[in-house]
């Protein structure tokens, strides 16, 4: 079965700083992985997602990731970090059966301080 | 091209009531899936539906939940005699074709409030 752990329910950064969300995955065939955001009281919007063409994957908003087999890894990163950045970040791996569901990870909660 | 529709955007019922979460997926999108989150945790799976069928519901509670995706109109996701513990945020989701790389565009969601 596929999962993702991310480490860090919370995260506190300064303004300026770099952002690292970490997030951990598990399958047992090359997996399509997801980075999401979701500001409070929203929906959630796609910030980025790797699907075997790039292993360091760019997104919106100044966010990249970087997929690193040998660590089974999909961090996600920011140089320098923004207010407007402050929100919950998930991440999730498509189910690679039938329906190709998402399966999240529990999420990190980004602060940032001025 | 306007988003995923949700509504009710906030919904409140009494214990014993029935609610009923309606999505419309974006314009061309023919693949629907409905998430739940719980308080302080992630999203969970509940059902994925394409036009007039239910291709996977095994996120789903076996009772009192059932969801639909009729030929014309929106997807229902319907919980009757509703519990504190349905009390969550339930996200909708559409992708215009099914594949493991094909993003899955999410509506704002409805909060349940259950009293």
């Known amino acids: 079965a596929q999962s993702v752990t991310q480490l860090g329910s919370h995260v506190s950064v300064s303004e300026g700083a770099l952002v690292l969300l970490r997030c951990n995955y598990s399958s047992s065939v090359p997996p399509y992985l997801f980075w999401y955001v979701q500001y409070p009281n929203q929906g959630l919007q796609l910030l980025l997602k790797?699907?075997?063409?790039?292993?360091l994957v760019k997104g919106i908003n100044g966010f990249e990731a970087e997929f690193k087999k040998s660590e089974t890894s999909f961090h996600l990163t920011k140089p320098s970090a923004h207010m407007s950045d402050a929100a919950e970040f998930f991440c999730?791996?498509?189910?690679?059966?039938?329906?190709?569901?998402?399966?999240f990870g529990t999420g990190t909660l980004l602060a940032v301080q001025p | 091209n306007a988003g995923v529709m949700q509504n009710p955007r906030h919904l409140v019922r009494r214990r014993g009531q029935e609610a009923r979460l309606r999505c419309s997926p974006m314009?061309?999108?023919?693949?629907v899936y409905w998430y739940r989150q719980l308080p302080e945790e992630g999203l969970k799976f509940m059902v994925y539906l394409q036009k007039e069928n239910i291709i996977d519901e095994s996120g789903m509670p076996k009772e009192r939940f059932s969801a639909e995706f009729p030929k014309e109109g929106p997807s229902i996701l319907r919980i009757q005699q509703v519990v504190r513990g349905d009390s969550a945020a339930y996200f909708c989701a559409s992708s215009p074709i099914q594949g493991p790389q094909e993003t899955q565009y999410f509506g704002p969601g409805t909060r349940l409030l259950v009293l």
């Open positions: 999730a791996v498509s189910d690679v059966g039938a329906t190709n569901k998402l399966i």
């Open positions: 790797y699907t075997s063409a790039a292993t």
């Open positions: 314009k061309g999108h023919s693949h």
